[in-house]
T-cell receptor, first 114, second 116 residues
Framework: GENVEQHPSTLSVQEGDSAVIKCTYS??????FPWYKQELGKRPQLIID?????GEKKDQRIAVTLNKTAKHFSLHITETQPEDSAVYFC?????????????FGTGTRLTIIP | GAVVSQHPSWVICKSGTSVKIECRSL??????MFWYRQFPKQSLMLMAT?????????EQGVEKDKFLINHASLTLSTLTVTSAHPEDSSFYIC????????????FGPGTRLTVL
């Protein structure tokens, strides 16, 4: 199966600065890499995703990069705002008997300091 | 994205009782739903894959006789925690895949189970 590692586990950033969260995966067959934001007691919300045929994707202040050779992908948040404070999870999707399953990273608690 | 609901949003029960959690797809006929468990300050762990009209597929280490999954229709999957114990207290979340050709999963709001 897939194994996803995520770093750092906690990250504090001054408001307006950038935040970077990194993940590595083990299964070279994984082809879909979403990032989720989860606030306390709430469901994970998809914020951006990338597929294995793309190296970078950007959506306003959020960007994701993928290095298939090195099997790692990163989330970049620019111009951070207090509402960006949450726990962020990366995930990798692998196919298991026709079902596309997600393996999640361990999460990063991001705190934006006003 | 897809809209998924769960019921109840929270439940408190006594040890030894069974609890049923419902997961509904509100705008899509989901042939596949997933059930996750999330302990406090931890990540989401996949428990099982629920396929409409067939038996669920459980991940290694998840007791299928304890966590009963039924996916009787294209819009409803249920998870029953049988003979619940305090260590089963957790946040249970279901998800559905938006389209068979895609990988995106959309999550329900979750059910907080507390077993006394």
């Amino acid at each position: 199966g897939e194994n996803v590692e995520q770093h750092p586990s906690t990250l504090s950033v001054q408001e307006g600065d950038s935040a970077v969260i990194k993940c590595t995966y083990s299964d070279s067959a994984s082809n879909y890499f979403p990032w989720y934001k989860q606030e306390l007691g709430k469901r994970p919300q998809l914020i951006i995703d990338i597929r294995s045929n793309v190296g970078e994707k950007k959506d306003q202040r959020i960007a994701v990069t993928l290095n298939k050779t090195a099997k790692h992908f990163s989330l970049h948040i620019t111009e951070t705002q207090p509402e960006d404070s949450a726990v962020y999870f990366c995930a990798a999707s692998y196919s298991d008997f026709g079902n596309e399953k997600l393996t999640f990273g361990t999460g990063t608690r991001l705190t934006i300091i006003p | 994205g897809a809209v998924v609901s769960q019921h109840p949003s929270w439940v408190i029960c006594k040890s030894g009782t069974s609890v049923k959690i419902e997961c509904r797809s509100l705008d899509f006929q989901a042939t596949t739903m997933f059930w996750y468990r999330q302990f406090p300050k931890q990540s989401l762990m996949l428990m099982a894959t629920s396929n409409e009209g067939s038996k669920a597929t459980y991940e290694q280490g998840v007791e299928k006789d304890k966590f009963l999954i039924n996916h009787a229709s294209l819009t409803l999957s249920t998870l029953t925690v049988t003979s619940a114990h305090p260590e089963d207290s957790s946040f249970y979340i279901c998800s559905e895949v938006s389209h068979p050709s895609y990988n995106e999963q959309f999550f329900g709001p979750g059910t907080r189970l507390t077993v006394l």
